[in-house]
């Protein structure tokens, strides 16, 4: 079975047993443990973290090295806020102490300040979640994932990014429902900028990401014969018709929604008796119109492409525009996952920190 992105603890007892169970976990990457402990070769992750407490114990690492390098971590999904006013962030007098969750499970609740190096302070919010054994349903024993969310204050916004995982859920089961589920990370996002807001006294602005994307990225960089931009998914509704559509990664040239776009073309022509050659000014213009529409104008729910130059990914990830698109941001709902607007990022390239990235060092985030 696949290790869990997310720490589940078994009732480890405190101290260097919890720290050695924690890093061996999925809760860290095996190249953030690599640079923590300083060996080399192909060494797994439990002799990784043998050597980080070595060192920890001899002084050459810190509490602080471990956890600066567990909130900097890439991970899977992604949301932001902008913010309206500045915080002060080094007051931690309303925060638990990050360190505590190196060495114990620690209690629900926030945890912080965690100093970065680009001027940005990170605080962790912690969520228990019980599960019961999916690998043995007559273990009676339950066991607790430990759900880490990374607040990142940089640049004007909060970013929140997170991993998920599934699990079995003991009150569900008791109903009679014993099965394997995605835990609904969707309940709890919006809550926990609540919870910052009234920590901090800030006011947030929220970000259309339909808008973000759709217009200020797409209009700056689609056309732009210097980057490649690849159609990958897309999921929408508009005038009561649903529509999906999904590229294969081994497509080429934007084949799927691509090849669709192009066959309405040819269909729509044919129809019109218009001769036409498929690269001719027409055919083109044509072609982009409609997907325009597929992409832009269908109320799209979640898109998914990939731009790169170079051979390079600049960004790649599952964008779900939620109730920002909408409803306009007036009657926000989360009743489900693409009721929340956020990225699905993917580690092959450069998961959450390089969307993160992206949007800052392209000055695409609207910060006045």
Not at 194 to 218: A, C, K, P, S, Y
Not at 275 to 286: A, G, I, K, Q, S
Request: include cysteine; glycine fraction near 6%; aromatic fraction near 16%.
């Amino acid at each position: 079975m696949a290790t869990s992105p997310v720490f589940i603890d078994h009732g480890y007892p405190d101290g260097e047993d919890f720290l050695l169970a924690f890093l061996g976990s999925g809760d860290f990457l095996r190249n953030t443990l690599s640079s923590l402990s300083n060996l080399r070769g192909n060494k797994n992750k439990r002799e990784h973290a043998l050597e980080i407490i070595n060192r920890l114990n001899l002084g050459n690492n810190s509490y602080q090295d471990i956890l600066s390098a567990w909130v900097n971590q890439q991970r899977t999904y992604l949301t932001f806020r902008l913010i309206q006013n500045s915080p002060n962030h080094i007051n931690s007098t309303n925060f638990n102490d990050p360190t505590e969750l190196l060495t114990s499970f620690g209690e629900d609740g926030w945890y912080g300040p965690i100093f970065g190096n680009q001027n940005n302070v990170f605080y962790v919010r912690i969520l228990r979640v019980e599960t019961r054994n999916i690998d043995n349903r007559f273990d009676e024993n339950l066991s607790n994932y430990r759900w880490s969310v990374i607040a990142e204050f940089r640049d004007g916004c909060l970013f929140f990014s997170w991993n998920n995982f599934g699990y079995v859920s003991p009150a569900e089961e008791f109903e009679g429902n014993p099965n394997r589920k995605e835990f609904a990370y969707w309940d709890y996002i919006d809550d926990f900028y609540e919870e910052l807001r009234g920590l901090f006294f800030i006011q947030f602005n929220h970000v259309d990401f339909g808008h973000l994307i759709l217009t200020t990225i797409w209009e700056r960089f689609y056309e732009d014969i210097d980057f490649r931009w690849d159609h990958i998914a897309i999921s929408a509704n508009s005038a009561g018709v649903a529509f999906n559509a999904r590229s294969a990664v081994r497509d080429i040239n934007l084949q799927g929604i691509r090849r669709l776009s192009e066959e309405i073309t040819r269909t729509a022509l044919s129809a019109l008796n218009h001769p036409f050659t498929e690269r001719d000014r027409n055919f083109l213009h044509v072609d982009s119109q409609i997907i325009n529409f597929l992409i832009r104008d269908w109320e799209p729910r979640s898109y998914e492409f990939q731009l790169s130059q170079d051979n390079k990914i600049l960004f790649k990830a599952h964008c779900y525009f939620g109730y920002s698109l909408l409803d306009g941001g007036l009657n926000p709902r989360v009743n489900q996952k693409r009721d929340l607007p956020h990225f699905h990022c993917y580690f092959n390239s450069n998961g959450t920190r390089g969307i993160i990235d992206f949007f800052l060092n392209n000055n695409l985030l609207d910060l006045s």
